[in-house]
């Protein structure tokens, strides 16, 4: 089994910056991939960013180049790195874990608010 905790959301006016985190604990030599999805009210949940474990990086159109993903294997860890926000981008925010190849090893974190203001 895989835990991930994420942090760092909150209020933010148009245009600023927040930095999102997520620590995974347990079984975590069964995952190789991390991810961001976000899912806004009434929306669907969609695929915001991926890094794999050498750090190639994807990312939605929408957010490209406002947004970095990065990771630190030894520390478990994944951020996501918002500038220049826009009203649309808020949504909670969810960290994803999953093994290349397989479903099977998906693992989702709890999400955490942003709220984007005009």
């Known amino acids: 089994q895989v835990q991930l905790v994420e942090s760092g959301g909150g209020f933010v006016q148009a245009g600023g910056s927040l930095r999102l985190s997520c620590v995974a604990s347990?079984?975590?030599?069964?995952?190789?991939?991390m991810s961001w999805y976000r899912q806004g009210p009434g929306k669907q949940r969609e695929l915001v960013a991926l890094i794999s474990t050498i750090g190639l990086t994807t990312y939605a159109d929408s957010v490209k180049g406002r947004f970095t993903i990065s990771r630190d294997n030894a520390k478990n860890t994944v951020w996501l790195q918002m500038n220049r926000l826009k009203v649309e981008d808020t949504a909670v925010y969810y960290c994803?874990?999953?093994?290349?190849?397989?479903?099977?090893?998906?693992?989702w974190g709890q999400g955490t608010q942003v709220t984007v203001a005009s």
């Open positions: 994803k874990a999953g093994r290349e190849g397989s479903s099977r090893y998906d693992y």
């Open positions: 347990g079984s975590t030599s069964s995952i190789n991939r």
